[in-house]
Structures are given as structure tokens and as C-alpha cells.
């Protein structure tokens, strides 16, 4: 017998919100029938929050005559009894009801998710609605028990019978992977998991299974290209019947063929449509074949990066009249670590969530060509779990690694060596310039896209942070190394405690400084350290008590011989450097940031305070030739702003024109009677649901802040799911992936709700979106510390740097609506001071010249709307 169970809550914390909805049905475990029932709302005692009623659809009146939980508490107990339980992320319910005195801490537990998580991380997000569509259940009113507990049966069912249909190997895979595991919870899925039919495999066996289908590098094969040095390039866009004849794309492709020709620098703004990818590729492969000289193209999306490789140079690799080589690369981090891997499942036990994980990878490991994590998604209790199988490992490259040759960071060093054209991310080439061991190879031709995310890029990719949490997690997994391995651990734990005990007096120090610096009351505080930081204190003599106690635990950890260490050398050296680098009164060079976070504690950090100096001489000049380009790069027709910023003095320039027709493609509405966008949210919410009512979907709401978001979600969507209108919104709806998903299902019936990463990197298809709604300006905030920090550099730091970067981020957003020729869409921007700013023109300035125009009341808006 098992018992699937569901909770509805006024939120989110076990210990703070409470009960108002409980289902909980008992099936059989063999045939799933029902074999009993229990669902009733409860009454909270309070009043359910507005956020909750939308999600749930539970209102003050539909609990004000149910029983509280204190008068079901013990029917609930006994119902449960000593039935294993059942649930999708069943430990959030769990803590609930064991918060309110149902103590099933000790039920066995089976948790759809966690199975979701092992057998369909191939699926954008494992929440409930998407699996009960992924595996066709039912599941009419999500968000309600009983139905949730019904789709969970249901999931529960299909996730068994999608394992039995796996072939044996990769059943044989997962289950031992289970076997390593002591946990009663594991133990017990693994029997229902077992069928006679698949056999008992062994760790050996288990890695020569992995090794065999991983494979180790292989050269690819080329065939001779005995004429390539009399092509030109430029016949590939005015001989080919089947390709778009685009003017433009002509003379971007005629000037990077001139810029490497010349060994010349250039930036260049290009349109979205004007083809610029063809326009880098083809002269570069030219080049490369003619002059036997890689050439490599950084991009900051994963989504360019995979059309750049999986689609773009896949249809040239036909086209071309020659053969050529390319690969991508990413950072160390992104490739799992073979060695790491499998020296973990030679330990003693998994616990639960490793199981999780390393039943996961295995699984992907049948599937994945270049062994890239981010093809996978990672959970928060994932990520410790993480740190250890990530290819940025000293052990990784090394000649004693014995799976060296099958290793994917590996592969994809020596991929480099073997192609013509290397596709990477902005994060690698920023950070491959500081690695004492680079893995780019005669890096001497560039090509950035995306180029308007450079300074973000570098500035992350240089950043670097300590946290006392992180040097914690290194210590306990070095002392479980010490019991696995029997190594004496004695003096060990003398130093160790001893580092922690000088490390608490930093963390003390940078939680004193924040809550003098931040005066609100939050969980999350941050703040730019300062001259002042120093002041009081002689850091000094801190700084090498705590260099000492450092290499003591590093100096154990290297004369031990029954295990190599090396990883964990390597990472408490950063963390030394680090916190070394902070508490040294030395800010002339870096941007220094301290957070806290009640539950994390601090976090200190810090990063390049001027990244033109920086990209200007170790990056520009080491070139030999260099383009940058995006279709966001200048400020009123001017590249003032990206030069300085960027250190780009010595670069040319060039704007090519747009091929978009936007009098006839688009339409920029802005009411003028909806009040300031600072202090007027009730009209603007009026307004918006009243849009939302009218249009009825194919919409995309860019916002600058997460509490706008629920403002909106709050007033508008219990009417608009009335209507059959769906509202997405980030952040309290699911994963960007989610969202996504969720608005391409029913777009005619669907609004977006987005900040921050829907500005940019978001393609809709043009059918799908018609309505781009932009709130407000997208200003940075004025108190995050970087901003702070590189506003110095500027006489007038609002005009000259504040709204170049705001005026940047507008155009990447007004970019998701208008993709082609065939695009046609309505922008409406609520943001007054457009109109009633002194500098508002810049930003009218920031749209298409031939864009219809029109400031108008919302009422005229609205009538307009309503008689299309």
C-alpha cells in the first residue's frame, strides 16, 4: 500500500505559512487502484495572501467554515500511519505537515520528482503540469490536492513503466548506481525498480559501460582542399541561387574579408535580419583554409553558441566548395570530470540527493556528445555535489589521469588543435586570458558577437568571491576523504578548526561593516567596501595568521600519499588569494563588494573596476585582427559610449542600415495619461489589465523588478484565467525554460511576464509575439555596487554612463518583437519620461527613425485595440 499526498499552503516557509488544503489517497502499489481517500480545506485562523489565492484559487470564503488543523491533525495522523508516502518533491509537504505535528520523519518516502529528475532530465522543467503533458495525464486544476495527488499517481505509474522500457544496459546503469546507496529510500525504489531480467553489474563494469560509450578523441577526417587559395570569399553571397540576396550582408561580409586581409580592428553595428552570422563565418573559413590560422568567435549566449555550430556551419559545411574543421568550447567548469566521477562512486556510500545526481549523469552520459553540464539542470541541494565532477580539476589534464584520452575537457582541448574555426563564449575568452594554463591556442583572429555584453561578460568572468560556507564544504569533504581512506586524522582537525576559528572573526568583521552600510531590514544585504572598511582595523596581522593557517591545512593535505589531493590544494589557495586580496587595503585596481544573507552569511567578492584598461591591453592588443558586432552598439548613431567603456581607441567603425521596413512592420504606442511611471502603479495596473483583457495574448511584459511582477500577477491574472488568458510570470511561475514553454503551448492565449534575461537572448517566433509592453526604462540600480564603483570615471555618471547602458538594454528588448521582413507588432511604453524629461529624447532617439509614433490617452490606445 503507499499513499500519495498533496498539500495547498499560504506559502512557502513550514515554520511561518499554513495548511489550507490537504489530499491524501492510499493506492496499490501493483495495480494503482484506489483504496482510499481523505481531502478537506483547512481553516488557517488568518488571512490567505493574494499571491496564494492566485496560484491556488483559494479564497478567505471558500475556508471560512472549514475545520482548522487542529481539529483534523489527528485524522490525519492516523490516515498516514506507517504507509510509505508518496509525493512530487514530497519533502516540501513532508515539512509541512511534520511542522504541524504529523512526525512521519521515519516514513520510507518515493518522490516522483527525484525519479523525473534521474529519467527525463532531457525535459526543460520537471514541474508537475509539464510531465502530466510530457506523459499525457490529465490534471484539470493544477494547484488543487486532490488533482495534484491524482497526476501524481499518475506520474508515479508512467515514470515506472518508462524505466522498464529502457534498454537492460541503461537499467542495469541506474540500478547500480541505487546499490551504493544505504538509504531506506533508495533501497526500497531500487526493489521496485528490480526486475529478474536485468542483471547485478559492478563498478568496473559500470565504468567500462560509460568508457565505451563516451569513446576517446577521435581526429576528424578531412578531405584536400587543392584549390582553396584561388576562391574569394565574396562568390558565396552573389553566386548562390538559394541564398537570400541581402546587400548588407554583402558589404559586413566585404569588410571582416578586408579586416583580416589587413590585420585591422573594427566594431561594427549590425541589424538583427542583415544575416551578420554568414557574414563573420564564410570569409572566415576562407581564412582560415587560405592561411592554415584559426580563427575564433566568442559569443555570450548558449542559444547563439548552438545555432552558430548546430546549424549555421553545419549547412556551410555542405555549401562550401571545400571541406573544413570547427568545434565549440566552452570553460573547464562546464565539462564533467570522468576522474572526478567515478572516484566519488568508489567511496563508501551515496547519500539520497547523489544518488540523484549520479544516476542523472549516467543516464546523459548514453546521450552527450561533448559532455557539457549545462545540457543538464541542477538543483540547489545539487550543487556541493557539483563542485567535485567539473573538468577546472589539476587532476583533470594530468598524464596520471587513466581516463585521460576519454576526459571532455580533454577532447575539447585537442579539438582546438584540429579546426579551422573555434566557436566559445565570452566567459572562456575573458577568463582564458588570467589562466595560468589557457586552453585557446594561437589566438590571433576574433571575432566577438553579442559584443554589447562585453563589459557584463568580463566583468563576471574576472570576478572572483569567498564565502566561509565554501571552505567549510572543502574541509568536511576532505575529512570524509581522511575516513574513507583510514588516513589518521588527528592533526588534521586541529588545524582545521583552527582556520575556521581566525575565519569567523572575518565573517564578523564583513556582517558589522554591511549592517553599517545597508540600513533596511532583509535577508539579503549588499555593499562596495570602501576606504572606510580599513580605517578602524590593521588588517595585517589578520591577513597572515590567516595565510599560516591556510598553509597548515594545505601542507597536511599535500604529505598525504594515500590520496591526491591536488583539487582541494587548489581550491583553498583561491580562497586564500581571495580573502587576502579583500582584507588588503589596496582598491585602486578592483571593485570589493561584501553581502550577507541571514541563512548564507557573508559573501565577499571582487572584481575589475576598469575593464577598458584591462580588455585594451591584454586582450585588443595581443590581436592581429578583430571584429566586434552586435545590433546594439551605438547611442544616437555614436560609438562614443562602447569605445570608452570597452578600450576600443584604435578601433574603425562602421553602422550598416536596417533592411526592416518598421513604418509598415511596427507601431510605438505611449500613453500620456497614465501619471509618473515612479508613483502611479494603480493606474498603470488598470491600464495593463485592461490591455491584457482586450489583446488576449501573443504578449511580452519586460519589467525591471520581480515586486512589479507580482503586483501585476496579484491584480490581474484571477480575471484574465476567468477570460481563458493565461499569465507567466517570472520567477513565481517556474524556470525561464518553464515560462517559455508554457506561452509557446497557447500563445494566442498567453502574456509573459519578464525582467533581466527576457530582455535579451529571448526569440519568440514571429506568429507567436505581437505585443511588446516595456514598463520602464532599464535603468541600473543605483546602489549595485559596480555601478557605483565605474560611475567615477564619469564627469556626469547619470547622462554618460547611466543611460547609454539603459538605452543599450532598451534596444536588446524592443529586438524581441521585430526578427524579420514578415514581423509585424505593436510596442507600448508606459514609461513617462520619454515626455517629460529633459534627456526623454535620447531614448526616443533609441528606436527605429521610421517607426510609427504616436503619444496619445490609454483610452485611445484601448479603442484603437478594441476595434481590430
Not at 589562466?435 to 555584453?453: C, G, M, R, Y
Amino acid at each position: 500500500m503507499l499513499l500519495a499526498f498533496d498539500l495547498e499552503t499560504t506559502g512557502l516557509d513550514p515554520k511561518n505559512d499554513k495548511i489550507i488544503e490537504i489530499s491524501m489517497i492510499k493506492f496499490d502499489e501493483n495495480t494503482f487502484e484506489i483504496v482510499d481517500e481523505y481531502t478537506t480545506l483547512v481553516n488557517p485562523e488568518q488571512e490567505i495572501p493574494a499571491l496564494s489565492s492566485n496560484i491556488t484559487h483559494i479564497f478567505d470564503d471558500d475556508v471560512k467554515d472549514a475545520p482548522t488543523w487542529g481539529e483534523i491533525q489527528q485524522k490525519v495522523i492516523d490516515f498516514i500511519g506507517g504507509n510509505v508516502v508518496v509525493g512530487h518533491n514530497v519533502d516540501f509537504d513532508r515539512n509541512f505537515l511534520i511542522e504541524n505535528g504529523v512526525h512521519i520523519e521515519y516514513n520510507k518516502k518515493i518522490d516522483t520528482f527525484f525519479l523525473a529528475n534521474i529519467l527525463n532530465s532531457d525535459i526543460s522543467s520537471l514541474n508537475l503540469e509539464i510531465l502530466a503533458k510530457y506523459y499525457k495525464i490529465q490534471l484539470q486544476g493544477a494547484h488543487r490536492a486532490r488533482n495534484d495527488v491524482l497526476a501524481t499517481i499518475e506520474l508515479l505509474k508512467n515514470e515506472l513503466e518508462y524505466f522498464r522500457s529502457l534498454k537492460n544496459e541503461l537499467q542495469e546503469i541506474i540500478l547500480f548506481i541505487l546499490s551504493l546507496s544505504p538509504d531506506e529510500n533508495i533501497v526500497s525504489l531500487g526493489n521496485m525498480l528490480q526486475s529478474g531480467s536485468i542483471k547485478n553489474i559492478d563498478l568496473q563494469v559500470f565504468k567500462k559501460k560509460i568508457l565505451r560509450k563516451v569513446g576517446k578523441y577521435k581526429i576528424p577526417n578531412q578531405e584536400e582542399n587543392n584549390n582553396v587559395d584561388k576562391l574569394d570569399s565574396l562568390d558565396f553571397f552573389t553566386q548562390r541561387d538559394s541564398l537570400e540576396k541581402r546587400e548588407n550582408q554583402l558589404k559586413m561580409a566585404e569588410s571582416y574579408k578586408e579586416i583580416l586581409d589587413k590585420k585591422e580592428k573594427m566594431i561594427v553595428e549590425a541589424p538583427t535580419g542583415l544575416g551578420k552570422s554568414f557574414a563573420y563565418l564564410v570569409p572566415a573559413l576562407y581564412f582560415a583554409k587560405q592561411h592554415d590560422e584559426k580563427v575564433y568567435i566568442s559569443t555570450k549566449t548558449k542559444t547563439l553558441q548552438d545555432q552558430l555550430f548546430y546549424k549555421d556551419l553545419s549547412f556551410l559545411k555542405e555549401q562550401l566548395p571545400f571541406d573544413f574543421s570547427y568545434t565549440k568550447v566552452k570553460g573547464k567548469r562546464n565539462y564533467l570530470l570522468l576522474l572526478g566521477y567515478f572516484e566519488l562512486l568508489e567511496g563508501e556510500y551515496l547519500n539520497y540527493d547523489e544518488v540523484g545526481v549520479f544516476a542523472k549523469i549516467a543516464l546523459w552520459l548514453y546521450r552527450t556528445e561533448f559532455g557539457e553540464l549545462d545540457e543538464l539542470t541542477f538543483y540547489p541541494q545539487e550543487y556541493k555535489i557539483l563542485n567535485y565532477l567539473h573538468g577546472d580539476n589539476p587532476k583533470a589534464l594530468s598524464e596520471k589521469n587513466p581516463y585521460l584520452s576519454y576526459e571532455f575537457v580533454y577532447k575539447a582541448r585537442k579539438s582546438i588543435e584540429h579546426s579551422d574555426v573555434v566557436i566559445i563564449n565570452h566567459s572562456l575568452l575573458f577568463a582564458d586570458f588570467e589562466s595560468e594554463k589557457p586552453i585557446l591556442l594561437k589566438l590571433k583572429h576574433l571575432v566577438v558577437d553579442e559584443a554589447h555584453s562585453i563589459e557584463d561578460a568580463v566583468t563576471d568572468a574576472l570576478k572572483k568571491s569567498y564565502t566561509f560556507k565554501s571552505v567549510i564544504d572543502i574541509l568536511e569533504k576532505c575529512e570524509n576523504i581522511f575516513q574513507t581512506k583510514k588516513i589518521k586524522k588527528i592533526e588534521f582537525l586541529t588545524k582545521k578548526e583552527a582556520l575556521l576559528s581566525v575565519l569567523d572573526i572575518f565573517e564578523d568583521i564583513g556582517k558589522n561593516y554591511v549592517d553599517s552600510k545597508v540600513s533596511q531590514d532583509s535577508t539579503y544585504k549588499t555593499t562596495l567596501i570602501k576606504d572606510d572598511f580599513y580605517a578602524d582595523i590593521d588588517f595585517s596581522d589578520y591577513n597572515k595568521k590567516l595565510h599560516l593557517t591556510f598553509l597548515d591545512v594545505i601542507d597536511i593535505l599535500a604529505t598525504k600519499n594515500e590520496y591526491d589531493f591536488s583539487q582541494e590544494i587548489q581550491s583553498l589557495n583561491y580562497l586564500s588569494e581571495v580573502i587576502k586580496n579583500i582584507f588588503t587595503p589596496n582598491t585602486k585596481n578592483h571593485i570589493k563588494i561584501v553581502s550577507y544573507h541571514d541563512i548564507y552569511g557573508c559573501r565577499f567578492e571582487y572584481t575589475l573596476l576598469a575593464p577598458n584598461e584591462y580588455l585594451q591591453t591584454n586582450i585588443w592588443n595581443s590581436l592581429e585582427s578583430c571584429l566586434l558586432t552586435s545590433a546594439t552598439l551605438t547611442i544616437e548613431e555614436s560609438f562614443d559610449y562602447c569605445k570608452k567603456t570597452l578600450g576600443l581607441d584604435n578601433f574603425k567603425t562602421k553602422i550598416f542600415e536596417t533592411d526592416f521596413d518598421y513604418s509598415k512592420q511596427s507601431t510605438l504606442f505611449i500613453p500620456n495619461d497614465l501619471g509618473s511611471i515612479k508613483n502611479n502603479s494603480s493606474q498603470i495596473l488598470h491600464f495593463l489589465s485592461q490591455f491584457y483583457s482586450i489583446v488576449g495574448g501573443n504578449i511580452l511584459t519586460l519589467l525591471t523588478s520581480f515586486t512589479m511582477i507580482k503586483k501585476i500577477y496579484t491584480e490581474t491574472n484571477l480575471d484574465l484565467q476567468k477570460q481563458g488568458i493565461n499569465l507567466y510570470p517570472q520567477s513565481l511561475a517556474g524556470s525561464k525554460a518553464k515560462l517559455l514553454s508554457q506561452f509557446l503551448d497557447n500563445p494566442d492565449h498567453s502574456i509573459l511576464l519578464g525582467t533581466g534575461s527576457f530582455w535579451e537572448g529571448v526569440d519568440i517566433p514571429r506568429e507567436d509575439l505581437k505585443y511588446l509592453v516595456i514598463h520602464k526604462f532599464p535603468f541600473s540600480v543605483p546602489t549595485d555596487p559596480i555601478f557605483q564603483a565605474r560611475s567615477i570615471f564619469f564627469k556626469d555618471a547619470f547622462r554618460e554612463y547611466s543611460i547609454p547602458k539603459a538605452i543599450i538594454m532598451l534596444k536588446q528588448g524592443f529586438g524581441r518583437l521585430i526578427r524579420s521582413k514578415n514581423d509585424k507588432g505593436m510596442v507600448i511604453l508606459l514609461d513617462d519620461r520619454i515626455y517629460s524629461t529633459q534627456w526623454g529624447e535620447v531614448f526616443f532617439n533609441a528606436f527605429p527613425k521610421d517607426i510609427n509614433k504616436k503619444i496619445t490617452s490609454s483610452t485611445s490606445l484601448l479603442e484603437v485595440l478594441r476595434k481590430k
